[in-house]
């Protein structure tokens, strides 16, 4: 509910937004006009741009020959995400690397992570080649990392007035400092006492993953136009990046594949940015009075978006000629998003429920509406948030590795039990031996989970038989599991439908007014 809010009021803001321009379209800046350096300084100094000079040349090399072989080994996937209620496929496509275990959602879609390299984890790739892209984007992980430190303690060095040093530092505001913010600055950052607590900004800057995306523009049918300053064709729209700790910066290392057969237009021809090169536009979040930006993305380059940027202005990617790929870089917000969390959900589910040491006979300890209600709430989350995600998916991530198999059976093992804990509730609440202020109390609250079990499993259903779905290749098609149906010979407690159930406690709370 919070995110259809959420949703709706963002709706809002473009419809009015969109409505005070009408015809106009507001105002941006690329380096080829006067006053953008000027405008980056006052608008978009968390902005930090790196020119691809600036970085160690066998990181490229190795970051570069891992993109392209990930795309040789066809693991790049179009996202099927869902947008107020409707399903489509992302133009760009994408592969989610990083700690194991790891999960980042966006768009109501829940992507694994391939898991990069990582000491006392046993992680088998598909082929040697994915084994060395992966450790090479674990290298850039760490690479931005550092860099996105120092970048923070040299603003907040540079900020805070009071702070009396010894480095010299050279305010001269010039285009090429606004892009290397300062570089010679941060080199010895870690000796200087900043106003910032140095666990905020590791906390804030320890990437857990990275989001590779690519997209080659001449194989798109359609580009959607970029609606408030005519930027051009759009590879992302704006947007703000999703589900990341508070204030945690986001790192990106872009690659266009350029060569000889897309050349540049003259700059003091063009009036906006160079259709032909790939860009990141910037926006003020829903201001109509500040500028855009435009800065062109050549290959190699790295920008940093710091601090609480990613929540007080809006990004956009907007596409060149020439096939491109990014790595992302996040902090992402795990606290409900990683293998670890999940099981020790379903554990704390589990723990109402017991066997008898004679007979073996299954019961619940508690009927309680508090305990029923913590169950079935992590039945659904497991179901929904977990299960019905990764197969959704069909079998992408084989095509990595099989790490993931693993820890989905055990989730689906754990997910059956709390199958069994659903009908051990519903056997109860139909003794009429209980109390019946408690036996009320249950049934309500139970009512509501199933309600909204069926819901999302009849929209799990239907989005697996979308023409969107059946328009994929098969090993990426997404399969509905779980699924069962009164024939199928798996022993399931209760329906895959769970309408007649829920006919029988909605008279049952009629029958007890």
Request: negative net charge; hydrophobic residues 35%; charged residues 30%.
């Amino acid at each position: 509910m919070k995110r259809r809010a959420g949703e709706r009021e963002k709706e809002l803001k473009k419809k009015k937004l969109l409505e005070e321009l009408g015809e106009n379209r507001l105002p941006y800046l690329t380096p080829a006009d006067a006053d953008f350096h000027q405008l980056w300084k006052s608008k978009y100094s968390k902005l930090i741009f790196r020119k691809s000079d600036t970085v160690p040349e066998d990181l490229h090399q190795m970051v570069q020959e891992s993109f392209l072989a990930l795309r040789e080994h066809n693991c790049f996937f179009q996202d099927l995400v869902r947008i107020k209620g409707k399903d489509f496929l992302t133009p760009v496509s994408r592969i989610l690397i990083g700690n194991p275990g790891c999960t980042y959602k966006y768009l109501n879609t829940r992507l694994f992570t391939v898991p990069w390299p990582t000491e006392s984890y046993d992680i088998k790739y598909c082929s040697p080649q994915i084994h060395d892209a992966c450790k090479a984007l674990k290298r850039l992980n760490d690479y931005l990392h550092i860099e996105t430190v120092q970048a923070l303690q040299g603003q907040n060095l540079l900020e805070n007035k009071e702070i009396k040093d010894t480095t010299v530092v050279d305010r001269k505001q010039s285009f090429a400092a606004s892009l290397t913010e300062q570089k010679s600055v941060s080199k010895d950052q870690s000796s200087v006492c900043v106003s910032e607590d140095d666990r905020s900004i590791k906390n804030r800057t320890s990437y857990n993953l990275t989001l590779l995306n690519y997209m080659d523009p001449l194989q798109m049918l359609y580009l959607k136009q970029e609606p408030y300053f005519g930027m051009g064709s759009m590879a992302v729209s704006w947007h703000h990046d999703e589900n990341l700790v508070e204030r945690s910066a986001v790192a990106v290392y872009s690659y266009s594949c350029e060569d000889s057969s897309v050349q540049e237009s003259n700059e003091q021809e063009l009036k906006g940015r160079d259709p032909a090169v790939w860009h990141v536009g910037l926006k003020v979040a829903w201001d109509i009075e500040t500028p855009g930006l435009a800065v062109p993305l050549h290959q190699g380059d790295i920008y940093l978006m710091l601090d609480d940027l990613n929540m007080t202005h809006q990004h956009c990617v907007l596409a060149g000629l020439s096939p491109r790929f990014s790595s992302t870089h996040r902090v992402a917000d795990c606290s409900r998003g990683t293998l670890e969390y999940i099981l020790g959900q379903c554990e704390l589910a589990l723990q109402n429920l017991q066997t008898d040491s004679d007979s073996m006979v299954l019961s619940l300890k508690s009927l309680e509406a508090a305990v029923v209600k913590q169950a079935e709430e992590i039945h659904n989350e497991v179901e929904f948030e977990w299960l019905r995600q990764f197969w959704f998916q069909g079998k992408r991530y084989l095509k990595c590795t099989d790490w993931w198999l693993k820890p989905m059976a055990k989730l689906e093992e754990f997910w059956r039990k709390m199958e069994i804990m659903t009908s051990l509730v519903l056997s109860e609440v139909r003794k009429e031996q209980q109390i019946e202020e408690q036996r009320n109390e249950t049934i309500s609250c139970f009512l509501l989970l199933l309600k909204e079990r069926q819901k999302l499993r009849k929209e799990w259903t239907a989005r697996c038989q979308s023409d969107a779905a059946e328009s994929l290749p098969e090993d990426q098609r997404p399969e509905c599991h779980p699924f069962w149906t009164d024939d199928d010979e798996c022993n399931m407690p209760l329906p895959y439908d769970l309408e007649e159930v829920i006919a029988y406690l909605q008279n049952l709370v009629q029958w007890m007014e």
